[in-house]
T-cell receptor, first 115, second 113 residues
Framework: KAGVTQTPRYLIKTRGQQVTLSCSPI?????VSWYQQTPGQGLQFLFE???????NKGNFPGRFSGRQFSNSRSEMNVSTLELGDSALYLC??????????????FGSGTRLTVV | GQNIDQPTEMTATEGAIVQINCTYQ??????LFWYQQHAGEAPTFLSY????GLEEKGRFSSFLSRSKGYSYLLLKELQMKDSASYLC??????????????FGKGTRLHILP
């Protein structure tokens, strides 16, 4: 059973640019959650998608957005990049039953560096 | 608000026992996770506690007290490969809506030979 696949693994971008990250969940998982991980703040919740709809959102500015496709793959986009956006971006896939997420499994992450 | 606290760093010796504490204050509680994360890798699942008490799984045990908003992860017979960050996470929110899993900042555990 394939795990959660995130692409690309590493990315270097310049301030002001925009970036799109991809996450393919485990087969059968329809929920994808995104997190930003930095040394000072730990894992911070960005948003969760289920059935192509955003179900939950963290406290990040509107520059951070996401979407989910009919095959459950999800993308997140960050526009007008700032130096502080340098982080490891992790996605986790799960299956959702009665509003709860089960089988929460993380991908290896995308390491974004903004210069 | 949502708040999860755990020590930033701990050091222990190979073969010894270490306890990593986690306290939480969240709106809604539906369970507590522990994850292990080696540097540069994805977090991997260790345990999930919903009810009060101790859950043992090999060298690792996790304890939960819901009334105190407290959990700990106990690691026995420490090995060098246990050097990693340990993340405490709470399933907050309310039944049938806004299920959120909120993470603490993690405890970096250093194992000395």
């Amino acid at each position: 059973k394939a795990g959660v696949t995130q692409t690309p693994r590493y990315l270097i971008k310049t301030r002001g640019q925009q970036v799109t990250l991809s996450c393919s969940p485990i087969s059968g998982h329809r929920s994808v959650s995104w997190y930003q991980q930095t040394p000072g703040q730990g894992l911070q919740f960005l948003f969760e998608y289920f059935s192509e709809t955003q179900r939950n959102k963290g406290n990040f500015p509107g520059r951070f957005s996401g979407r989910q496709f009919s095959n459950s793959r999800s993308e997140m986009n960050v526009s007008t990049l700032e130096l502080g956006d340098s982080a490891l971006y992790l996605c986790a896939s799960s299956y959702r039953v009665s509003g709860f997420n089960y089988g929460y499994t993380f991908g290896s992450g995308t390491r974004l560096t903004v210069v | 608000g949502q708040n999860i606290d755990q020590p930033t760093e701990m050091t222990a010796t190979e073969g010894a026992i270490v306890q990593i504490n986690c306290t939480y204050q969240t709106s809604g509680f539906n369970g507590l996770f522990w994850y292990q994360q080696h540097a540069g890798e994805a977090p991997t699942f260790l345990s999930y506690n919903v009810l009060d008490g101790l859950e043992e799984k090999g060298r690792f045990s996790s304890f939960l007290s819901r009334s105190k908003g407290y959990s700990y992860l106990l690691l026995k017979e420490l090995q060098m490969k246990d050097s990693a960050s340990y993340l405490c996470a709470v399933r907050a929110g309310h039944l049938n809506r806004d299920d959120k899993i909120i993470f603490g900042k993690g405890t970096r555990l250093h194992i000395l030979p």
